[in-house]
């Protein structure tokens, strides 16, 4: 209890040091209601829960948050972890409180397949939160640090998973939003667990560089006072030293040695006006030798994360490179704090029209994942977009596109327009044609080849090859408006040959239910609509397959208990005989076939003992079996008979098809055929009279279970009126 009163006295003592007038009293209501609703409840390290919302919404503090950002850091948890509802946070504390605190509440109470779909769809809904709210994410963003710092009370595999999904997902989040601090130490944090030893390697490295680097940089920092101070500019000075993360990246990434990165100290350099940035890199110019293609300039050219700055590497008298940042005081708030700087610092109108910019890519994300079913697919994106490295390509017209490291002419295009994208047939760079797939760099001119025929739209290919999830989403728009019909039969054919291909065997009815299950999951109100997603991209088959197959696996396991347990209950007597079939007291009979039904495992047969042939297995409800046994002839003859549990053997079963005549109709059978993997034997098709027809196939088949969804497939098939079983011979 002492460190819980030690923590509201210290948050007490942040928020009266401020002036921003907090509303003391509604905090400690929030502060009251959180100690009551964790009273008893206690972190894996051993201190009491209510530690953790405390220190998040110190952090908040600290961040310069408003009264309505601490209030809902304090009980950030009560609606997840306590009795208490978010409407009851609603009539406490208003509903912009409850809004943040429903953001940032993980979904808990809906079962889902793996922890990777739960992960996904928390993060969807705290997107969403977002795009309402921006506030949501700081507070994340707060919760996660604080978890980090205190790591060390999970189990060694949940450090692991935390530490993965930081980097992941709310580092890169932390780094679109500007704010670099929260970035780096969340970095730094999950570092420390996922490489301790390459951690270790680095922070030795730097320390043994430490003296010689310290005294090289208070050198050069003095020399430039003096410099500009005499110039009449008025400079705040410091030294940095690049992020042990920062340096990860470069060493084992980029395969540099430590000496190869020339950013690892640098001097950072804040003046008052944009004019004064650009007075002092041409002093440091003066004074240091510039190093080639080192220069960077974010301020006439910004971030994606709106972060401004001058770059430039120089050498010293002493032969040593490092970098020297030249920014002003609001691009300084806004490189540490980000969004957040916007409550810190009030910056006024001006940092409200930034603070649209920065949050505008929120919304423009959530509308790029409007027509992902899948909802992993929006971490993925979270990695790939929200990189820390961008290039910055032109446009013949000398507009900047800023894109994520990786991106390729297909991206560019997208990102210029829609239009200009799905026009898109070629691309040149530094006005030399290039492949689809070739990637851009910095500084580069491109130029987008299109054309104007009617019809021409993207390549399905193409997915494959953007990198950004705003092209991905933009092409599966195109598909999804232009091509709903190819879209359907593309994505059926598809999904049924992955069925097979995973020997996935259903009956119509498991296929059914089983389909009924999946368009749930994938928020699809019609088969139409779910296949249409998968023909153009909205739902990832790679995604839902293994889901289905293991789903498929445990159904087939608990059904072979059932038989097992059936089995040993049966107090018939049975003997094993050949054919997959077991005979009632008959050991290793000759078995065979009646031509006259066919019979199929998965049909109720009987046998009937011939003279000097074995057993002749028909259907239970052949022509040729009598209704009532014990008033036939030779009632003796007859024998009770069952499938065995596994029948490896193909059985030959003849179908008859009502035909409406259409060209291709044979060879989008056998298509359909050849999808399932299912044998041909014979096709014979009679000429049609008044466009009707008929058609009679043989197929091998493993039982009635394969054969029903043979008939399912070929029922769908245009210009296929019917689909039965006919009377063949085996």
Same mark, same amino acid.
């Given at each position: 209890?002492?460190?819980?009163?030690?923590?509201?006295?210290?948050?007490?003592?942040?928020?009266?040091?401020?002036?921003?007038?907090?509303?003391?009293?509604?905090?400690?209501?929030? #502060?009251?209601?959180?100690?009551?609703?964790?009273?008893?409840?206690?972190?894996?390290?051993?201190?009491? $829960?209510?530690?953790?919302?405390?220190?998040?919404?110190?952090?908040?503090?600290?961040?310069?948050?408003?009264?309505?950002?601490?209030?809902?850091?304090?009980?950030?948890?009560? +609606?997840?972890?306590?009795?208490?509802?978010?409407?009851?946070?609603?009539?406490?504390?208003?509903?912009?409180?409850?809004?943040?605190?429903?953001?940032?509440?993980?979904?808990?109470?809906?079962?889902?397949?793996?922890?990777?779909?739960?992960? @996904?769809?928390?993060?969807?809904?705290?997107?969403?939160?977002?795009?309402?709210?921006? =506030?949501?994410?700081?507070?994340?963003?707060?919760?996660?640090?604080?978890?980090?710092?205190?790591?060390?009370?999970?189990?060694?595999?949940?450090?692991?998973?935390?530490?993965?999904?930081?980097?992941?997902?709310?580092?890169?989040?932390?780094?679109?939003?500007?704010?670099?601090?929260?970035?780096?130490?969340?970095?730094?944090?999950?570092?420390?667990?996922?490489?301790?030893?390459?951690?270790?390697?680095?922070?030795?490295?730097?320390?043994?560089?430490?003296?010689?680097?310290?005294?090289?940089?208070?050198?050069?920092?003095?020399?430039?006072?003096?410099?500009?101070?005499?110039?009449?500019?008025?400079?705040?000075?410091?030294? =940095?030293?690049?992020?042990?993360?920062?340096?990860?990246?470069?060493?084992?990434?980029?395969?540099?040695?430590?000496?190869?990165? $020339?950013?690892?100290?640098?001097?950072?350099?804040?003046?008052?006006?944009?004019?004064?940035?650009?007075?002092?890199?041409?002093? #440091?110019?003066?004074?240091?030798?510039?190093?080639?293609?080192?220069?960077?300039?974010?301020?006439?050219?910004?971030?994606?994360?709106? $972060?401004?700055?001058?770059?430039?590497?120089?050498?010293?008298?002493?032969?040593?490179?490092?970098?020297?940042?030249?920014?002003?005081?609001?691009?300084?708030?806004?490189?540490?704090?980000?969004?957040?700087?916007?409550?810190?610092?009030?910056?006024?109108?001006?940092?409200?029209?930034?603070?649209?910019?920065?949050?505008?890519?929120?919304?423009?994300?959530?509308?790029?994942?409007?027509?992902?079913?899948?909802?992993?697919?929006?971490?993925?994106?979270?990695?790939?977009?929200?990189?820390?490295?961008?290039?910055?390509?032109?446009?013949?017209?000398?507009?900047?596109?800023?894109?994520?490291?990786?991106?390729?002419?297909?991206?560019?295009?997208?990102?210029?327009?829609? @239009?200009?994208?799905?026009?898109?047939?070629?691309?040149?760079?530094? &006005?030399?044609?290039?492949?689809?797939?070739?990637?851009?760099?910095?500084?580069?001119?491109?130029?987008?080849?299109?054309?104007?025929?009617?019809?021409?739209?993207?390549? =399905?290919?193409?997915?494959?090859?953007?990198?950004?999830?705003?092209?991905?989403?933009?092409?599966?728009?195109?598909?999804?408006?232009?091509?709903?019909? /190819?879209?359907?039969?593309?994505?059926?054919?598809?999904?049924?040959?992955?069925?097979?291909?995973?020997?996935?065997?259903?009956?119509?009815?498991?296929?059914?239910?089983?389909?009924?299950?999946?368009?749930?999951?994938?928020?699809?109100?019609?088969?139409?609509?779910?296949?249409?997603?998968?023909?153009?991209?909205?739902?990832?088959?790679?995604?839902?397959?293994?889901?289905?197959?293991?789903? $498929?696996?445990?159904?087939?396991?608990?059904? /072979?208990?059932?038989?097992?347990?059936?089995?040993?209950?049966?107090?018939?007597?049975?003997?094993?005989?050949?054919?997959?079939?077991?005979?009632?007291?008959?050991?290793?009979?000759?078995?065979?076939?009646?031509?006259?039904?066919?019979?199929?495992?998965?049909?109720?047969?009987?046998?009937?003992?011939?003279?000097?042939?074995?057993?002749?297995?028909?259907?239970?409800?052949?022509?040729?079996?009598?209704?009532?046994?014990?008033?036939?002839?030779?009632?003796?003859?007859?024998?009770?008979?069952?499938?065995?549990?596994?029948?490896?053997?193909?059985?030959?079963?003849?179908?008859?098809?009502?035909?409406?005549?259409?060209?291709?109709?044979?060879?989008?059978?056998?298509?359909?055929?050849?999808?399932?993997?299912?044998?041909?034997?014979?096709?014979?098709?009679?000429?049609?009279?008044?466009?009707?027809?008929?058609?009679?196939?043989?197929?091998?088949? &493993?039982?009635?279970?394969?054969?029903?969804?043979?008939?399912?497939?070929?029922?769908? +098939?245009?210009?296929?009126?019917?689909?039965?079983?006919?009377?063949?011979?085996?």
């Amino acid at each position: 209890m002492e460190l819980a009163v030690d923590l509201i006295r210290s948050l007490n003592e942040k928020l009266t040091q401020c002036d921003r007038g907090y509303d003391m009293e509604r905090i400690g209501r929030a #502060v009251e209601v959180a100690s009551e609703g964790h009273k008893g409840q206690y972190r894996r390290s051993g201190e009491e $829960y209510i530690c953790h919302p405390l220190n998040v919404a110190i952090i908040l503090c600290e961040l310069g948050m408003d009264s309505e950002t601490i209030v809902a850091g304090l009980l950030h948890d009560v +609606v997840e972890d306590t009795a208490m509802e978010t409407a009851e946070v609603e009539r406490e504390f208003g509903k912009d409180v409850a809004l943040l605190v429903d953001g940032v509440t993980k979904i808990t109470k809906i079962d889902f397949f793996s922890k990777e779909e739960q992960q @996904a769809e928390n993060v969807r809904k705290m997107f969403m939160a977002m795009g309402k709210d921006v =506030r949501v994410i700081i507070i994340k963003l707060a919760d996660r640090l604080h978890n980090m710092r205190t790591s060390h009370g999970w189990e060694p595999q949940k450090q692991r998973d935390k530490a993965k999904e930081t980097l992941d997902i709310y580092a890169p989040l932390a780094h679109r939003f500007g704010m670099r601090a929260v970035k780096e130490e969340l970095e730094d944090l999950s570092l420390r667990i996922l490489d301790p030893v390459a951690y270790a390697e680095i922070e030795q490295a730097l320390e043994n560089r430490r003296r010689t680097r310290s005294d090289l940089l208070e050198s050069v920092q003095e020399r430039l006072r003096e410099r500009l101070t005499e110039h009449g500019i008025k400079p705040f000075v410091a030294g =940095r030293v690049k992020s042990i993360p920062g340096i990860y990246r470069k060493m084992y990434m980029q395969q540099k040695t430590f000496d190869e990165i $020339y950013d690892v100290y640098a001097v950072r350099v804040i003046v008052e006006t944009d004019t004064d940035c650009y007075n002092v890199l041409g002093h #440091v110019h003066e004074m240091f030798r510039p190093l080639p293609n080192r220069f960077k300039d974010y301020i006439s050219t910004p971030k994606s994360n709106m $972060y401004q700055s001058l770059h430039t590497t120089v050498l010293g008298k002493e032969k040593i490179p490092f970098e020297v940042q030249i920014r002003t005081w609001e691009m300084h708030y806004t490189a540490e704090y980000g969004i957040a700087a916007h409550w810190k610092y009030k910056l006024g109108i001006r940092g409200k029209d930034r603070l649209e910019q920065r949050i505008a890519w929120v919304r423009e994300f959530l509308e790029s994942q409007e027509d992902a079913n899948d909802s992993a697919e929006l971490v993925n994106t979270i990695r790939t977009d929200l990189t820390d490295d961008d290039v910055f390509v032109f446009t013949p017209k000398g507009d900047v596109i800023s894109l994520p490291s990786g991106s390729t002419v297909i991206d560019f295009a997208y990102a210029i327009h829609s @239009a200009v994208g799905n026009r898109m047939v070629g691309a040149k760079i530094d &006005n030399r044609l290039v492949p689809l797939d070739t990637t851009v760099d910095t500084g580069q001119i491109v130029e987008i080849v299109t054309t104007s025929a009617p019809g021409h739209g993207p390549s =399905r290919d193409w997915m494959k090859i953007v990198k950004t999830g705003e092209a991905r989403s933009k092409i599966r728009q195109w598909f999804k408006k232009e091509k709903r019909e /190819e879209n359907i039969e593309e994505g059926r054919n598809a999904f049924e040959a992955e069925l097979a291909r995973n020997y996935i065997r259903l009956n119509s009815e498991q296929y059914d239910k089983m389909l009924e299950a999946e368009m749930r999951r994938q928020h699809c109100s019609t088969a139409d609509d779910f296949f249409a997603a998968i023909g153009y991209g909205g739902i990832l088959l790679s995604r839902v397959i293994p889901r289905l197959r293991d789903e $498929y696996a445990r159904a087939a396991k608990e059904e /072979e208990k059932v038989r097992e347990l059936t089995n040993a209950n049966r107090t018939v007597k049975h003997k094993s005989s050949k054919g997959g079939v077991i005979v009632e007291n008959m050991e290793n009979c000759l078995v065979k076939f009646a031509r006259c039904c066919d019979p199929l495992p998965g049909d109720e047969i009987i046998g009937f003992i011939t003279r000097g042939f074995g057993v002749s297995v028909h259907k239970r409800d052949c022509p040729n079996v009598p209704a009532d046994l014990q008033a036939c002839e030779q009632p003796e003859r007859w024998v009770r008979a069952e499938w065995e549990d596994r029948v490896s053997s193909s059985f030959k079963v003849s179908l008859h098809l009502e035909i409406r005549d259409r060209d291709r109709l044979i060879a989008d059978v056998t298509t359909q055929l050849a999808l399932m993997h299912v044998a041909i034997y014979s096709i014979n098709a009679r000429e049609p009279k008044d466009d009707h027809g008929d058609m009679h196939i043989t197929v091998g088949v &493993n039982g009635t279970d394969q054969l029903e969804m043979v008939i399912a497939r070929l029922s769908k +098939v245009s210009g296929v009126l019917s689909v039965t079983r006919a009377g063949n011979h085996r």
